[in-house]
């Protein structure tokens, strides 16, 4: 069974609309992050939260906005889309302190 | 400049063929992770490295953070070790973030 659950596999999206990426993670990790492979870009950190905190935000832009409801998850919404934010979006979750993260299978994202 | 960067960008092995795959570091990584990227999309844990070596099976990889850098040595390719590479350095003050690097695509011939 997988254990760290992203949603939807893909996702088309037209310009100017907002979409939200789900991660949920069973796993019992406490520490959750982003991260985004583009074509263009090696996988870059996004952001993270430890206990449903946000800890680090490395994205320039406030149209990506985390989201966690519960301990074991972290959705992404991203608001008036454009097409250079077509990627491969990774949820990946660590247990805490130094240990290794593990990745979800993604959400992959065009925007058209 | 990239704070990640691996060598080579690409290789092609001849199964059963051994290769070594590097990174080096412009940043204080502390820790680092190897991942493999199948065709799928998929990021496959490989290691996870504190300074010092680990082996799995025909896999062996070297962190040493004084010099920055660190190895994935395969052993005896073969055709289902193709993908993408990736090494990810992590920082004691970074919030536990991974920095990853370009990528070495591997491509195992028969």
């Known amino acids: 069974d997988p254990k760290i659950i992203q949603k939807p596999k893909y996702l088309v999206a037209v310009t100017g609309s907002e979409k939200i990426l789900i991660c949920e993670q069973y796993l019992g990790h406490n520490a959750m992050y982003w991260y985004r492979q583009s074509a263009k870009k090696p996988l870059e950190f996004m952001f993270s939260y430890s206990y449903q905190k946000l800890m680090d935000n490395q994205t320039a832009s406030s149209r990506f906005q985390p989201q966690s409801s519960k301990k074991n998850h972290l959705d992404l919404q991203i608001t008036a889309l454009k097409p250079d934010d077509s990627a491969t979006y990774f949820c990946a979750s660590r247990v805490g302190g130094q240990d290794t993260q593990y990745f979800g299978p993604g959400t992959r994202l065009l925007v058209l | 400049g990239d704070k990640v960067k691996q060598s080579p960008s690409a290789l092609s092995l001849q199964e059963g063929t051994n290769s070594a795959l590097r990174c080096n570091f412009s940043?204080?990584?502390?820790?680092v992770q190897w991942f493999l990227q199948n065709p799928r999309g998929s990021l496959i844990n490989l290691f996870y490295l504190v300074p010092g070596t680990k082996e799995n099976g025909r896999l062996k990889s070297a962190f040493d953070s004084k010099e920055s850098y660190s190895t994935l040595h395969i052993r005896d390719a073969q055709l289902e070790d193709s993908g993408t590479y990736f090494c990810?350095?992590?920082?004691?003050?970074?919030?536990?973030?991974?920095?990853f690097g370009g990528g070495t695509r591997l491509t195992v011939r028969p």
């Open positions: 990810a350095a992590g920082e004691d003050n970074a919030g536990a973030k991974l920095t």
């Open positions: 940043i204080a990584a502390t820790t």
